[in-house]
């Protein structure tokens, strides 16, 4: 089983910047594709980032259009743990955010096996 924790939400203004942390446990974490999703209020949850393995020496990492160029995925596999750098942030970003894992790499929620408890990020403009 893999367990998730997430970390380093919290209030923001517009225009600053958040780092989130998800630590993992388990085995077979360098393989497993790890995703950030967001759901605010009202809405469903989306997709925000994933990063898979690709085989090789690197991972293949993909964001949805309206966090491109403005946050990063990146993982350390040493500490088994995910990050989400978010910068230049706006008040659309107002969600809680939640880790997942999976098997495959995917966009869809449904498609992840496990995730954590969600942390809030809140945007002031």
């Known amino acids: 089983q893999v367990q998730l924790v997430e970390s380093g939400g919290g209030l923001v203004q517009a225009g600053g910047s958040l780092r989130l942390s998800c630590a993992a446990s388990g085995r077979m974490f360098n393989t497993y594709t790890m995703g950030w999703f967001r759901q605010a209020p009202g809405k469903e949850r989306e997709f925000v980032a994933g990063i898979a393995w690709s085989g090789g020496i690197t991972y293949t990492a993909d964001y949805a259009d309206s966090v491109k160029g403005r946050f990063t995925i990146s993982r350390d596999n040493v500490k088994k743990t995910v990050y989400l750098q978010m910068n230049s942030l706006k008040a659309e970003d107002t969600a809680v955010y939640y880790c997942?894992?999976?098997?495959?790499?995917?966009?869809?929620?449904?498609?992840?096996?496990?995730w954590g408890q969600g942390t809030q990020v809140a945007v002031s403009s």
């Open positions: 997942a894992a999976g098997t495959r790499p995917s966009m869809r929620a449904g498609d992840y096996d496990y």
